[in-house]
Nanobody, 123 residues
């Protein structure tokens, strides 16, 4: 079994302009991890992709977070991070990590999701 466990929400409350760093560690039977991503879902809205990072380190961001958020990964720790700076109230959402993980050399990757962590940006 593979699990993604998120941390770093600090109860999720941060002031506008503040910073927060989320972590997501994959554990279990892992042979290979491909692209890792962060998504978010605000109340009443669809889940959206925030940032992705490939196994070779290529990153991509949604326009609304470009220049404020940074995604990174530590392959040795099977962990992906999301550094969020200059937070705005519209960044308020439940943040989910996502990873393409293979549990066998003979099988393709499957998509796994973290449990989600609440981030609230408010004064």
């Amino acid at each position: 079994q593979v699990q993604l466990v998120e941390s770093g929400g600090r109860g999720g409350l941060v002031q506008p302009g503040g910073s927060l760093k989320l972590s997501c560690a994959a554990s279990g039977r892992i042979v290979r991890i491909g692209t890792m991503s962060w998504y978010r879902q605000a109340p009443g809205k669809q889940r959206e992709s925030v940032a992705t990072i490939t196994s070779s380190g290529v990153t991509n961001y949604t326009d609304s977070v470009q220049g404020r958020f940074t995604i990174s990964r530590d392959s040795a720790k099977n962990t992906v991070y999301l550094q969020m700076n200059s937070l705005k109230p519209e960044d308020t959402a439940v943040y989910y990590c996502n990873a393409a993980i293979a549990s066998s050399h003979f099988r393709p990757t499957s998509i796994y999701w973290g449990q989600g962590t609440q981030v609230t940006v408010s004064s």
